[in-house]
């Protein structure tokens, strides 16, 4: 089983656990931060072949959509269990998140151990106001 991390969303975690047979989508309704705890839920959940984290075969994360600091948290999620698992992992845009079971060959192809970096969709707003 493959893990899919998208959060291009505001306020939303979508994951889903694929193969090239099937795949199981879940949308969570919550802040960005709380990532780990909606994974943990929803290989809990145990609507899918994955018994826990350990069974995963590669991660993708959506990387060029949504805020900066969910795509930071993303990739970061995904570089950790990539590392500690040495399993693939690959950045793709929200436009190849309908067809992630296309993209595992890609997935397989990448090097184990190489992390993945965000790639954000604009200029970063950090909260500064403009000085005249």
Known sequence: MYLLIDMSEFDQVHLALFDEQGRTDKIFESRNRELLFC???????????????????????????GSFTSERIGCVVANTFGYVRRIPLLAISVDDVDRVQELIPKLLKQPKGQFISATYSGEPNIGRKKLN
């Open 39 to 65: 994974i943990d839920e929803f290989i809990k959940s145990k609507v899918h072949k994955v018994k826990s984290l350990t069974d995963l075969k590669g991660i993708m994360v959506v990387v060029g959509s």
